[in-house]
Structures are given as structure tokens and as C-alpha cells.
């Protein structure tokens, strides 16, 4: 039998597993009350109505607690552990599973995940979560950077809503409006150093608050969002050093090179770019490495689209190869980190600016075309870029 006559036998299913149909998968997390089930729900009818096959990925801690695991599981010393344990096993396969029933349809898909892995560290000591990633051979940027296109936090309606708040809908939760709080920013902190983190406060009401969710998913899948705006940025005076932020304020260091490619289109405003991040820990040893394709066009009504795909290693290589010669590579330090709800990263850059400083603070709360932004005091900023001439000076960076 030859390869062809091999390849003749495979279902249609079969063949799109093999083939390179986009599936976005996304995490949806947060405090208690903060309307992660809604807004899953919201994000399901309106991504399927546009045409794309959605499946929900459901918590597994709460089938867990559904299926006759109570509290009382945890009076048991050491059971704190082992249940997070299972329930990353439970959570990884359900993902892994779904996923490839999405991506055997063939059809552009989106898995739309009721928490994440990574919400399980928010319930252990570090020690503890450590011992279960060293058991799995595994590291943080596996669990956390690789495997999803964004993380959407949903801020415990106790933190900024506090009449709204409640526990009716789920009888597996039992924090009080304090102990939901403290839930909420650990579970933030899980998360801080994804690529794609966004946080969805209460400064609006819950439509308001929903709509913001449905806008950043449209511009990540390719759809029209009415977001006029993604990020503010600021010029730093100098590079921050991180031990010296505030105890509470969690943050992690990255390695970044960014390389323009070749794009035929002649969209001055259409490019396509790759890019390696490598997490680093706290004494800058490497820990492991996520790739990424960047491609934005203009639309047949005008709107600049911008589509982001996670892409692999040998990917990221073949793709270099096609690199734009005329563009420099950028090499970037950065902090991620969150203030007060708001996600910012700093930007050193080794190449083509050493030692230029940029903040870059993503303000998800307001879609006004100049975001307020509450800046952390324990940065020297120096002034806020905007207008013609920093466009000009900064734009690229």
C-alpha cells in the first residue's frame, strides 16, 4: 500500500485531525459571583451564531463536589493536595479530549473553559503546587502560557459590587463577601504572566461588564469589536526594579524576540509577525518557552483585524526563515504583573533601543478612546505617550 492509498483511507474526521483548522481555546475564571457562568453562556450563543463550532468545557472541581465529595474531604491532612491533584488530571484530559473533538469537525472552533489549571495553585501552599508540577515533569509555562489563546478573569461581584453578591447559584461555593475577595486576587495572581490576561472589573454594570468579554474574544477569533482601544503607554524613566515592589503585587520576568516577516499585501497597516517568550524565574534561568503568530490585515469594511495564534517550536523556525531582513529583531526583557485590576507590562529593550523603558498598561474597564489609568507609585514614570509625534518616536515599540 502506498502512502497515498493509506492517506485514501482515512475518515473525514480523521483528515482534520491532521489538518490546520483554528481552534481558539479560552479560560474563563474569577472570584465567586463574579459571572463567569453567564458570561460562558453569552460567549457560547454569540460565537456559534457567527459561525463557529463551541463546546464548554465544565470545572472539574465542580464535578467533583457534585458527584458527592464534600467539604468534609478536606479535614483529612494532606487532601488538599491530592484533590487538586486529580482535578488537574480530570481538567487536562476533559480539554484535551474536547479540543480534538472541535478539531476533528473540521470547522473553525473555540473551547470555552469553565477555569484552568492553574486555578488549582490558588488552594495550595507554592511548596505544595510545585511537588504536583515536579510529579507531572512539568513547569508553570506548560500549564499556563501554552496551551490557551487568552485568560479572562471575572472580578468577584463582592469586589466593587458588593450588593449583587451571592452564592445562591452555586452550592458547591461557601465564601463570604471577604473570604471571596481573597479567593478572587489569588486566583488573579494564578494567572499573572499569560501573554493574554485580561481582567474584567465592576466599574461598568453587569451588561457593561459582559460586553467587554464578548468585545476582547471578537478581536482575538477575528471578528468586529467595538473596542477602539487596547492599551495606554508610558514612558519609564528608567528600568524598575522588582524587588522592590509591593509585597502583594505578584510579577514574572520574560525573555521576548519579536521578528517581522515577509507580508505581501500592500496595506501599509497589514504586517505578520512571530514571537518566542521564554519564562524566566527569579534568578533569570529559562523555563520554558511559548510561540506565537501574529497577523493583522485590513477588512473588506475598513477594520484593521488582528488574529493571534499560538504556534509551535518547529513552526516558529520554519517561519523565521521568511523573516522581513528590512525589520530589526527585537529582544525585549519584561515584567508582567497586576495593580489594582489592571494588567501591565514593562518593556526593556535590548535591541534595536537598549535601555528603552516602555509600560504598557491594558484597561480593560473603560472603551474610552484615552483609558484612565491608576499607575503603580512604585514606577518612575517619566509621561504618557500619546499624539502625533510619540506615534512616530514610539509607535513601533
Not at 41 to 66: D, M, N, Q
Not at 266 to 292: A, E, P
Amino acid at each position: 500500500m502506498t502512502e497515498e492509498d493509506g492517506k485514501e483511507t482515512l475518515t473525514a474526521a480523521e483528515k482534520n485531525l491532521q489538518g490546520d483548522v483554528p481552534v481558539y481555546k479560552f479560560i474563563i475564571t474569577g472570584g465567586p459571583c463574579g459571572g463567569k457562568t453567564t458570561a460562558l453562556a453569552r460567549l457560547f450563543s454569540f460565537l456559534r451564531e457567527r459561525g463557529y463550532e463551541v463546546i464548554t468545557c465544565p470545572e472539574a472541581f465542580t464535578i467533583f463536589g457534585s458527584n458527592g465529595m464534600s467539604l468534609d474531604f478536606f479535614s483529612t491532612d494532606g487532601m488538599d493536595a491530592v484533590i487538586q491533584n486529580s482535578v488537574l488530571d480530570v481538567q487536562l484530559s476533559l480539554e484535551e479530549s474536547l479540543e480534538r473533538v472541535l478539531k476533528a469537525r473540521g470547522k473553525p472552533g473555540v473551547l470555552l473553559c469553565d477555569r484552568g489549571p492553574m486555578d488549582g495553585s490558588a488552594y495550595l501552599t507554592e511548596e505544595k503546587w510545585n511537588k504536583i508540577l515536579d510529579s507531572r515533569g512539568i513547569d508553570v509555562t506548560d500549564l499556563r502560557d501554552t496551551r490557551y489563546n487568552a485568560v479572562f478573569h471575572m472580578v468577584t461581584a463582592a469586589d466593587g459590587a458588593p450588593g449583587y453578591y451571592t452564592l445562591e447559584n452555586n452550592q458547591v461555593r461557601t465564601e463570604t463577601a471577604e473570604e471571596a475577595i481573597e479567593v478572587d486576587k489569588k486566583t488573579q495572581k494564578a494567572w499573572v504572566g499569560h501573554p493574554h490576561m485580561y481582567v474584567f472589573d465592576n466599574s461598568t454594570d453587569f451588561e457593561g461588564k459582559l460586553q467587554r468579554v464578548v468585545d476582547r474574544i471578537s478581536g482575538i477569533v477575528g471578528l468586529p469589536t467595538n473596542l477602539s482601544r487596547r492599551s495606554a503607554k508610558f514612558l519609564l524613566k528608567s528600568r524598575p526594579d522588582a524587588s522592590e515592589f509591593p509585597r502583594d503585587v505578584a510579577f514574572h520576568f520574560f525573555e521576548v524576540e519579536k521578528v517581522y516577516l515577509v507580508y505581501h499585501d500592500k496595506d501599509d497597516d497589514s504586517y505578520s509577525f512571530i514571537r518566542k517568550r521564554t519564562t524566566l524565574d527569579k534568578k533569570r534561568n529559562r523555563k520554558g518557552s511559548v510561540y506565537q503568530l501574529t497577523t493583522s490585515q485590513r477588512s473588506s469594511t475598513g477594520e484593521i483585524i488582528e488574529q493571534k495564534r499560538i504556534i509551535t517550536a518547529r513552526e516558529y523556525a520554519s517561519s523565521y526563515n521568511t523573516r522581513d531582513t528590512r525589520r530589526h529583531i527585537i529582544l525585549q526583557e519584561r515584567i508582567s504583573f497586576l495593580y489594582k485590576l489592571q494588567s501591565f507590562t514593562v518593556h526593556e529593550y535590548k535591541t534595536p533601543a537598549e535601555g528603552l523603558c516602555i509600560l504598557h498598561a491594558q484597561v480593560e474597564s473603560s472603551d474610552s478612546e484615552t483609558p484612565d489609568v491608576e499607575l503603580p507609585p512604585f514606577l518612575d514614570v517619566e509621561r504618557r505617550l500619546e499624539g502625533p509625534q510619540d506615534e512616530k518616536d514610539y509607535g513601533a515599540y
